[in-house]
Structures are given as structure tokens and as C-alpha cells.
């Protein structure tokens, strides 16, 4: 079955400094995809990077970069600079492309809790 | 332009009743997915529609059910509510059906008393 692992306990950051959000993802398919979104106290998930599996280069979104090892099943989010409205949970998520027929539900892990200090 | 917008935004329910949650996608966007959002988890997949017909349907008793009307907006019913039932309700819309990129909406909180 898929699956997506988000373990860390949820951490406090210094604004300006990087930090990495790790998850693991577990699935039979060769063709998937992965996301990170970031949900803020107001419940609104946000889009934050999208990695394709047959994608050559780890993706870049502006300040997010994701950090994609195939043979290791890991798909960790690196955001550089941390701002204080970076503060919110951060949902890790899979979507298979020929699961069940369906293109479009995603299968997220149980999120990760970043803070920013100023 | 408007984002994806839910209404209502809270809403306390008892057990037993009936419950009626609501979603414009964004304009042009022809696929709304429904998600289900127990506090302390990630969000669960209900259902996803595109031009009006069910394309995925995740794994969810038949008290739930949705459509899609033909101005692309959704909505999401619940029939005999549980407890268990009590939730964040996310919607979201895209463009086309299996476009990566979703946009979500801030839910509808259901309490079920």
C-alpha cells in the first residue's frame, strides 16, 4: 500500500536560518508524484513543490527546494532563509498516476510542525 | 481572482442529523476533490469529480456522497453524522483532471456533538 512517513517532532527555527523537513514515502508504482504543502493556523493548504519520479533534477520553488533520493524513498523539503510566516504544519503527499484509475487524490503523511523565532 | 472558497466555515452538528458543505473551485477549474481532516493527521481522500461525473472515490462509508454541478462547484454530504465524523473538510479544485498543482480551500470545520 502507499504510503507517506513524516516522524520528526515538530522543531523551532531562528529566522534567516535553512532547515530541512524529511519524508519517506513507500509505493509499488514507478510513476508517481510528490508534494509539500504548508498549512498555516488559518486551515488553508498551501502548494508548495511538486517532484515528479521520472524528473531528472530535484525541483526548486523560489525559497524550497526539495531534496529527492529515488533509491531511498525520501523526498525532504529544504527551505532556505526561514521567514516567521513560515511557521505552520508541513504536509508531505503522493499521488500515484495510474492508482485505482484515479489521477487526482493525494495520499498525505500526518505532517510535521516547523516554528520560526524572530 | 477568487481562490477556492467553502462555506460554511464552521458548523456544529448532532449525532444522527444530516450535513451539507459546500465548494466553488476556482474559476475555470474543471476537477473539485473532496479530503477529510481528522485533527492531529494529514488530510484523508473522499472524492474527487471532473466535468460533473466521479473519477476516484477513497475509502469512505456510503453516509457520504457528492456531485458536481454544472458550474464546476461541489457539494459534499453526510448522512446519520458520527462523532468520528467531526473534522476538517478541505476542498480543492484544478485545472484539469490529473494536473499535479491543487488548490485548496480553508474547510469547513464540522463539530458533531
Known amino acids: 500500500a502507499q504510503k507517506i512517513t513524516q516522524t520528526q517532532p515538530g522543531m523551532f527555527v531562528q529566522e534567516k536560518e535553512a532547515v530541512t523537513r524529511d519524508c519517506t514515502y513507500d509505493?509499488?508504482?514507478?510513476?508517481?508524484?510528490l508534494f509539500w504543502y504548508k498549512q498555516p493556523s488559518s486551515g488553508e493548504m498551501i502548494f508548495l513543490i511538486y517532484?515528479?519520479?521520472?524528473?531528472?533534477q530535484n525541483a526548486t520553488e523560489g525559497r524550497y527546494s526539495l531534496n529527492f533520493q529515488k533509491a531511498r524513498k525520501s523526498a525532504n523539503l529544504v527551505i532556505s532563509a526561514s521567514q516567521l510566516g513560515d511557521s505552520a504544519m508541513y504536509f508531505c503527499?503522493?499521488?500515484?498516476?495510474?492508482?485505482?484509475?484515479?489521477?487526482?487524490?493525494?495520499?498525505f503523511g500526518k505532517g510535521t510542525k516547523l516554528s520560526v523565532k524572530p | 481572482d477568487a481562490g477556492v472558497t467553502q462555506s460554511p466555515t464552521h458548523l456544529i452538528k448532532t449525532r444522527g442529523q444530516q450535513v451539507t458543505l459546500r465548494c466553488s473551485p476556482i474559476?475555470?477549474?474543471?476537477?473539485v476533490s473532496w479530503y477529510q481532516q481528522v485533527l492531529g493527521q494529514g488530510p484523508q481522500f473522499i472524492f474527487q469529480?471532473?466535468?460533473?461525473?466521479?473519477?476516484g472515490r477513497g475509502n469512505f462509508p456510503d453516509r457520504f456522497s457528492a456531485r458536481q454541478f454544472p458550474n464546476y462547484s461541489s457539494e459534499l454530504n453526510v448522512n446519520a453524522l458520527l462523532l468520528g465524523d467531526s473534522a476538517l473538510y478541505l476542498c480543492?479544485?484544478?485545472?484539469?483532471?490529473?494536473?499535479?498543482?491543487?488548490?485548496f480551500g480553508s474547510g469547513t470545520q464540522l463539530s458533531v456533538l
Open positions: 480543492a479544485s484544478s485545472l484539469e483532471w490529473g494536473i499535479e498543482k491543487l488548490f
Open positions: 509505493t509499488s508504482d514507478p510513476s508517481y508524484g
Open positions: 517532484q515528479g519520479s521520472y524528473d531528472q
Open positions: 503527499a503522493m499521488r500515484e498516476v495510474n492508482y485505482g484509475g484515479s489521477q487526482g487524490n493525494l495520499i
Open positions: 474559476s475555470g477549474h474543471k476537477s
Open positions: 469529480y471532473y466535468e460533473k461525473e466521479e473519477r
